[in-house]
């Protein structure tokens, strides 16, 4: 028999009852943290696999990491499901002005950056600075500079701060040749003794901090 949304999150309820699981019983929003991100990355590679019946299977165990959390708020008076999909519904509606508003778009380019326009209302930023340091601090140092890169160069701050790189803008790096050109950079770190995410991440770290610094000069 096919089970809908709440009778799933009925499921998980009585698993956290009283004279539920043990296991679930004992589980916080801390020690899940780790098992959500672990799915996450697990539904990721069924995607990329183009694996449909796997990232079904991927995507249900992602949803479990989100009902329970929500179960635990529940219990702790914070919040439940039903505030978490009416949160991201008005959030929705509130970033997609060109459908639920009169805001026209010509393309998905300006979807992207009206997005980004009303994130950084929402959240009272005014600085590219202040955009920088709100993204995800545990992103993957790779993942994270690319989304610096994208905000720092909306902001006009990206020509000042990287104008002095030692790679060249002439450099032929090519869809084919960009994963042997981050091995090698890789491997020259590992034979230094040098942790290159730790050092990206560092790296981002005090780039944020350039740019608030010139944009409070400015």
């Avoid at 529940?74 to 978490?84: C, F, N, S």
């Avoid at 929705?92 to 326009?117: C, K």
């Avoid at 993204?135 to 610096?148: D, F, G, N, R, Y």
Wanted: glycine share 4%; net charge negative; hydrophobic share 35%.
């Amino acid at each position: 028999m096919k089970k809908d949304f709440y009778e799933f999150c009925e499921i998980i309820e009585k698993l956290r009852a009283p004279d539920g699981c043990p296991w679930d019983r004992e589980q916080t929003h801390k020690s899940l943290s780790k098992h959500l991100l672990e799915e996450a990355y697990e539904a990721y590679d069924a995607i990329i696999d183009e694996d449909s019946h796997h990232t079904m299977d991927e995507l249900g165990d992602v949803l479990l990491q989100i009902v329970m959390h929500a179960q635990i708020a529940k219990e702790e008076g914070e919040y439940t499901i039903d505030d978490i999909t009416d949160n991201v519904a008005q959030k929705m509606i509130d970033r997609h002005p060109h459908i639920f508003s009169d805001t026209v778009v010509s393309s998905s380019e300006e979807v992207l950056d009206n997005w980004e326009e009303i994130k950084r209302k929402e959240r009272g930023q005014k600085k590219t600075w202040e955009s920088l340091s709100d993204i995800t601090q545990s992103l993957p140092a790779l993942m994270k500079s690319i989304k610096v890169i994208s905000k720092a160069q909306k902001g006009g701050v990206l020509p000042e701060i990287g104008k002095n790189s030692f790679l060249k803008d002439d450099l032929d790096i090519t869809k084919d040749n960009l994963g042997e050109c981050l091995f090698e950079i890789c491997r020259v770190a590992q034979a230094k003794n040098l942790d290159p995410e730790a050092e990206l991440g560092l790296f981002l770290k005090n780039f944020t901090k350039k740019v608030q610094k010139l944009e409070e000069n400015t």
